[in-house]
């Protein structure tokens, strides 16, 4: 028995050394081939007790799919039916770049795409503990001129370019991967996504400048949902081509070329048919949901990858990243529960890069409160105040000012808010400079949750267009009260959410901007 696992050891090694020679996972020193024995670890006596409850053998094939918004990679196996099964999933520990393919050197992007992973690219001697090359680029990526290498699913939970797991993940995936070579399999299939390829996944991101690259590959996703059989990937023109088969009439062997024309050739009907049947559903489904206003996912936020919720919430300001965060459950609450693996020290969950976040353009302003508007416009937000001349003359007006105002005047004030709204063009375009008072207006209400601009805007105009004294004294001072927003702001907010006293706060403590006896400062208060 021990002779057998010497043996079984001696051989792993050296299939693992040929045609790759000495590896070194994501930019990584070589180690002592001593450590080879970590490739060599069993499978551990769980998951053997899972292949038997799916009918699966140890050595039998597997493939693996990577989800990038999800965080997850899922390993399947080939069942004694001949299907694949879900065996196990696993959470990744950490992904860089974007959602979308790897296009250069140096990108930080972890691939997106079908790959073959063969017995050279298992690499014992990672300095990341264990990996394997995920066989970036393939016949498709240099087709398109993209470069890079040495891209990896390997431990550490550390990424720059790579699918990086915890020690313990890739050590358990490494063995299944090893196993399955040892059962004859000559290659497992690699599929890497950008997120599960759904009908709602795909309307979130309908925007997205991949989606053309996210169909082609969505092909291959939807062959392997209907027949759980490995596809077939050829490349031609400079795409994917799944489960492609000779004519019935052909007399030769089909020859792709990823650059050049495809050639003749027909998928399996039993295949396209079954493949079409699910297409049809996804984009009815689909159609449904842009319908209904799915909102469409943020792009280009400047953050550098994901990481799956389980870890991120182990880690001291952890953070999922571009991946998925727990869906009714708070990363406080997951904290408590076992990590698959160790999680290093030296790991930093994804964080915005503050450069592109600076660079990014600033979102349009809502144009209501911009600027005070001419006085023929404000007579027309706020029709009251500007009657003052016409109707009541000084008891009228001061019964108005104290809160005694008739039912013409309610009426008269009601639809100020509708009216605003006629007026907001003539605000953007007016040559009238904005008063102090109006520009500290302007940026509390931009700035304070729940604050009311359609009664900011009616007392505004009313401020501004019927006292004389008042609006030449406001310009003599205007810096006065921009540079008191910062002190100004936190104390103006319980008043401003009820919209109660909204012009007396925002003068307290600046200088005196009208006499202190005339009538509209002692009755201000009560406007």
């Not at 994501?26 to 180690?31: A, K, L, Y």
């Not at 003749?264 to 984009?283: F, H, M, N, T, W």
């Not at 009815?284 to 389980?310: C, F, Q, S, W």
């Not at 302003?365 to 001419?374: T, W």
């Amino acid at each position: 028995m021990i002779s057998r696992s010497l043996a079984r050891a001696l051989l792993v090694s050296v299939a693992l050394m040929t045609a790759g020679g000495l590896l070194a996972g994501c930019n990584t020193d070589q180690v002592s081939l001593a450590t080879n024995a970590k490739a060599n670890q069993p499978v551990p006596p769980k998951l053997i007790a899972a292949m038997a409850e799916k009918d699966m053998d140890l050595q039998s094939p597997i493939l693996v799919r990577l989800f990038k918004q999800e965080a997850e990679l899922e390993v399947w196996k080939q069942t004694r039916s001949g299907q694949f099964a879900l065996l196990k999933t696993y959470p990744i520990c950490r992904w860089s770049g974007d959602l979308g393919p790897k296009v250069r050197e140096g990108d930080r992007q972890a691939p997106e795409g079908f790959y073959s992973i063969n017995p050279s690219q298992m690499n014992p001697q990672s300095s990341y503990y264990l990996s394997f090359n995920t066989g970036y680029p393939n016949a498709f990526d240099k087709a398109l001129g993209r470069t890079g290498s040495q891209l990896m699913v390997h431990g550490d939970c550390s990424s720059r370019g790579c699918y990086a797991m915890t020690d313990e993940q890739i050590a358990e995936i490494y063995s299944l991967g090893r196993e399955s070579f040892f059962g004859g399999q000559k290659a497992f299939q690699l599929q890497a996504y950008p997120f599960k390829m759904t009908p709602v996944n795909m309307a979130r991101h309908r925007n997205n400048p991949n989606m053309p690259f996210w169909k082609m590959i969505k092909e291959g996703y939807d062959h392997f949902e209907v027949t759980r059989q490995e596809p077939k990937v050829d490349f031609c023109e400079k795409r994917y081509v799944f489960d492609a088969a000779k004519p019935p009439d052909a007399k030769r062997d089909l020859v792709f070329d990823a650059s050049a024309k495809c050639p003749a050739y027909v998928i399996p009907e039993e295949i396209a048919s079954a493949v079409r049947e699910k297409q049809a559903k996804d984009e009815t489904e689909y159609a449904r949901l842009v319908a209904k206003g799915t909102p469409v996912a943020r792009m280009n936020t400047g953050i550098d990858g994901g990481m799956h919720k389980v870890f991120a919430a182990k880690i001291p300001e952890g953070s999922t990243g571009l991946s998925e965060s727990a869906e009714g459950t708070t990363l406080q609450m997951l904290a408590m529960a076992k990590a698959p693996g160790t999680i290093p020290g030296h790991v930093n969950p994804p964080k915005p890069n503050l450069d592109a976040v600076a660079s990014a353009p600033a979102p349009r302003e809502e144009p209501v409160v911009a600027v005070s508007a001419p006085a023929a416009s404000t007579r027309v937000a706020a029709a009251a105040p500007a009657a003052k001349s016409e109707s009541g003359g000084f008891f009228s007006n001061l019964g108005r000012k104290m809160g005694l105002g008739t039912a013409d005047t309610t009426a008269t004030a009601t639809p100020a808010p509708q009216a605003t709204a006629s007026v907001a063009p003539a605000a953007q375009t007016s040559t009238t400079p904005a008063t102090a008072a109006s520009r500290l207006k302007a940026a509390v209400t931009r700035f304070v949750p729940g604050h009311d601009k359609s009664k900011d805007s009616v007392k505004e105009a009313a401020k501004d267009t019927p006292k004389p004294a008042v609006a030449a004294a406001k310009p003599a001072e205007p810096p006065k009260p921009d540079t008191r927003l910062a002190a100004t702001r936190p104390a103006l907010k319980p008043s401003v959410s009820d919209g109660a006293g909204d012009s007396t706060p925002m003068i307290s403590g600046a200088a005196p901007v009208v006499q202190s006896n005339s009538f509209d400062s002692r009755f201000s208060a009560v406007k």
